[in-house]
């Protein structure tokens, strides 16, 4: 009786030790994948209007991003040496938005991400923030 309940527990602490050791495995290597898509932008906001991107309404270009596209909510102008056009980002402070790297910027240059807003009031209130980008992988 004895020895079985010693057995029974070298079994359990060796159980519990294995189980630790995994645990410790997979937060290392969370921690060094995410170190590898997961850096510090600064990010500012701009919007479509004359002040942000030089063009009037009239213009058949307004409000169109660098990937031919329409900016809207979710659009973000990046460094292209940084990230290709067409990534997806996700950002801190937004976790329920799935942004496109679909534009670009002459002050947008290195470490830099460029939010897109409906208005310049809103890309104002935004201000500059140190934000951690995400680059989501395709699956
Ligand atoms: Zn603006």
């Known amino acids: 009786m004895k020895i079985s309940k010693k057995t029974a527990f070298i079994l359990i602490k060796n159980a519990v030790l294995s189980f630790i050791v995994f645990i410790v495995i997979s937060l290392l290597s969370m921690t060094i994948i995410d170190s590898m898509q997961a850096e510090v932008f600064t990010a500012t906001a701009y919007c479509s209007c004359k002040k942000c991107c030089d063009k009037e309404p009239s213009n058949k270009w307004y409000g169109i991003t660098a990937s031919g596209r329409q900016a809207k909510w979710g659009t973000v102008a990046v460094d292209r040496r940084h990230i290709k056009l067409g990534s997806r980002l996700r950002i801190e402070g ?35 923030k140190k934000l951690v980008v995400e680059l989501v992988s395709d699956l």
């Open 94 to 128: 937004f976790p329920d938005t799935v942004f496109r790297a679909d534009d670009v910027g002459g002050a947008i240059k290195g470490k830099r991400i460029d939010l897109w807003f409906p208005s310049h009031r809103k890309a104002l209130e935004f201000g500059r």
